[in-house]
């Protein structure tokens, strides 16, 4: 059933998990409460600066925010847009959102005016949640912009600077002990039924979807999630993916940290040489890492000058990794690695401690949950494939959404009609069971994990008055694994340049940086197949050749 937006799970699914105990109708607050009461002298978060954070201070500070961002008017279910880059504050707001009953929209540092005032019409939110300025950026701006035109945004707060007129400080509510002086520090409990936290799709459609997680779904997945990587009291997490990503919030990242005890540094700064110092001076366990870090830090010329002894786990996921880099984590880092093929539709395959090594470095795992079911389909007919074969990836289960938020049309070719998700990653079984991600079946760049819709990128493109066609593809890369390249066919006379191009999308635009093709080709015209579409194989068979021909 379709409610405020968000497909529901069906009555019996939804009992069934229930009776499995994956389902506890708890929030996630409640959730929380329970550890943070559990461990509350134990240090839960570290800052970049060495600041440490108890489980107890989490909570009295979270709290201490929830009941401001009631004071100012803020509902329960209001959606509210979280732009605060990886740090303690990012995750007080985000904890303080969920104590208040409000959902959290989790949007990346580098969006800009297109995918901000995108999220806040669709999500229609009411508030926005930023740092004053991040590298010379104005996010104090970009909110009067989103609001002017999104009049539904009322509250714009600020981390980090003054801010501008009628919006509201959030170091300032920090410093504020209104717990002492509210009338009432009562918060309303949201139902566990319904969407915690908008999470952005991976992007294969023109325009981005937000994904709904309910306290119960997203509660259990972290849990799982926590138990199946082997975390605990004595885990201590480096995260440099940004929070907003399903992986740094609650795969098991932040959530499932909380979760068991352990404690979470949150890093903003994903550049090599910090990371090794972080490891060092903390005596960090654990990474949450896409491939691109690892690779990073295998290769850093300066790797020997720190102790990186404590490292006992790599947890790995978001673009493929090459068995090679991972056969070297062993006798290089003196660590093991988890492989994760995950995805922000719910979706977790994780390689298992107990596997034997060959499948946990040569596969991309097995459903987390027992009540996982997949199926591997011939993605035109929708029939299984013969085990062993290629075929699209569909998913259904208890941390699965069933549909994205406010996009009816879309979900009825997104989902099957049993209520599958249709992945667009092209797997096979391997003998392990487990499966192996051999590609995909969807018109999207994989930019060291952060994924880039073709799509969304070519509007852009086609919007410039030099540009009469244009295609992007992936371009193969030896550290991101893939980055974007556009493909144009020039109005008459005109001419193009990669930096003119570029320059367009961010000022008239106005989209993330990551999203920018890396390399301009210009073509007469663009090959097409014999039913008349583009023909992004040969584009992309294309750009190798002259890779390799440079
Ligand atoms: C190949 N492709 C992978 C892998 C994801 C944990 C980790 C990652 C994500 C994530 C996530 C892959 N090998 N190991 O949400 O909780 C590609 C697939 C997938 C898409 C989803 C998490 N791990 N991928 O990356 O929603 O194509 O989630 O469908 O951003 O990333 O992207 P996203």
Sequence with gaps: MIKNG???????FAQAYRDAGYWRDQTIGEVLAER????????????????????????????????????????????????????????????????????????????????????????GARGYAIASQVREFDFQALAGTVQEQNPSLEFVLVTGGMPGPGYQS??????????????STSLPRPDPDFPAVLLL????????????????????????????????????????????????????GLLGTLATGGCELLSANTATEQLMKLIETHRLTHFIAVPTMILGLLDHPERGKYD???????????????????????PELGCDVLQVLGMAEGPLYW???????????????????????FRIVDPESGKEVAPGEVGELWCRGPHTIRGYYRADEHNTRAFSSDGFYKSGDLVRLH?????????????????????????????????????????VVAMPDAIFGEKCCAFVVPAPGASLTLEGLCDFL????????????????????????NVGKINKKALREIIVQLQQAA
């Design 308 to 330: 990186l002894s404590s490292l006992r786990m790599i947890l790995t996921g978001g673009s493929k990794l090459n068995p090679e880099v991972a056969l070297r984590l062993r």
């Design 6 to 12: 968000f497909t529901e799970w069906p009555e019996d």
């Design 36 to 123: 943070f009461a559990r461990f509350a002298d134990r240090t839960a978060l570290i800052a970049e600066d060495g600041a440490h954070y108890t489980y107890a201070d989490l909570d009295r500070l979270s709290t201490r925010l929830a009941l401001h961002f009631k004071n100012l008017g803020l509902q329960p279910y209001d959606r509210v847009i979280h732009q605060i880059p990886n740090g303690p504050v990012s995750v007080l707001t985000f904890l303080g959102l969920l104590k208040a009953g409000a959902v959290p929209v989790m949007t990346l540092p580098p969006h800009r005016e297109a995918e901000i005032g995108h999220f806040a019409r669709l999500s």
């Design 351 to 373: 390689t298992r401690l107990e596997d034997p090594d060959d499948v946990r470095l040569h596969t991309q795992g097995r459903p987390q949950s027992p009540g996982d079911e």
């Design 201 to 252: 799709s991976g992007g294969t459609t023109g325009i981005p979807k937000l994904i709904p997680r309910t306290h119960n779904d997203y509660a259990y997945n972290f849990l799982r999630c926590a138990e199946v990587c082997g975390l605990d009291g004595e885990t201590s997490v480096l995260v440099a993916v940004p929070q907003a990503h399903n992986f740094a919030l609650a795969c098991p």
């Design 431 to 471: 003998e392990s069971g487990n499966i192996v991600v051999e590609g995909r079946n969807k018109d999207c760049i994989n930019r060291g994990g952060e994924k880039i819709s073709a799509e969304e990128i070519e509007n852009h493109l086609i919007a410039h008055g030099s540009v009469l066609n244009c295609a």
């Design 506 to 529: 961010i000022k008239e635009r106005k989209i993330a940086r990551f999203k920018l093709p890396e390399r301009l080709e210009t073509l007469d015209a663009l090959p097409l197949t």
């Design 170 to 183: 959030i170091d300032a509510m920090l410093l504020d002990p209104i717990e002492e002086r509210a009338g």
